[in-house]
């Protein structure tokens, strides 16, 4: 990421990226068939046993980070089986053993998201909510495709379905992920928001240093 002492996005863009449009359309047009990693694989069939051993709605906690958002989500809806998920073991590993958070619908694992949010469209995987919390911004305008709606997988995003909320302290990054939405007939809001609680180390930190944050939420 690139930030100043304050932990505030430096950016070389002044609006919307100014290639956002012609990008999404072409990820539109052609399927992404990039390969899927083994590990990715077998993460997915574990999720699909768990999902079938809970028996309860699924969300999903993309990026999750150490995955305090996922513990957190999942007491906040105990009637959902809250899966997080992040392509780093290092993060994931400094969690406690999960008996000691208390609630146990959630499991924590280690993925390409570009695979699993992939095999999870071909499973047909039902999914009630979707968040992905502070997602790493690609701050410079040439890094405009790895934002996640700048990414050949938006399209799995959407297609996905479910109740979408997204969370950044740079609001450019979710207008520009609003107007990829709306290139697929899909509408969202943007909004600034104080959270009560925070639900994650970044929104903690960013709430403390007095950073505005704000909120994307979609029907899927």
């Not at 499991?107 to 979707?130: C, G, S, V, Y």
Request: glycine content about 6%; proline content about 4%.
């Amino acid at each position: 990421m690139s930030f100043a002492n304050s932990h505030e996005i430096v950016t070389n863009q002044d609006g919307l990226n100014e290639n956002l449009d012609e990008i999404v359309a072409k990820h539109l047009k052609h399927t992404f068939k990039k390969p899927y990693q083994q590990h990715s694989i077998d993460g997915f069939k574990a999720v699909e046993i768990q999902i079938g051993q809970v028996n309860k709605p699924v969300i999903f906690d993309s990026c999750c980070g150490v995955g305090d958002s996922t513990v957190k989500l999942a007491k906040l809806h105990p009637d959902h089986f809250v899966i997080g998920m992040d392509k780093s073991g290092h993060r994931l590993n400094k969690n406690e053993a999960y008996e000691q958070h208390g609630v146990d619908n959630f499991m924590l694992l280690r993925t390409d998201l570009n695979d699993f949010w992939r095999l999870a469209l071909e499973a047909q995987l039902k999914i009630d909510k979707h968040f992905i919390l502070y997602p790493n911004p690609w701050p410079k305008a040439k890094h405009i495709q790895r934002r996640w709606h700048g990414s050949a997988v938006f399209p799995t995003i959407v297609a996905l379905g479910g109740e979408l909320e997204m969370r950044s302290n740079w609001r450019l990054y979710l207008d520009e992920f609003s107007q990829a939405l709306s290139l697929v007939g899909k509408e969202s809001s943007v909004v600034e928001f104080s959270p009560e609680e925070t639900i994650t180390p970044f929104e903690r930190k960013y709430q403390a240093s007095g950073q505005a944050l704000f909120k994307l939420t979609s029907e899927l």
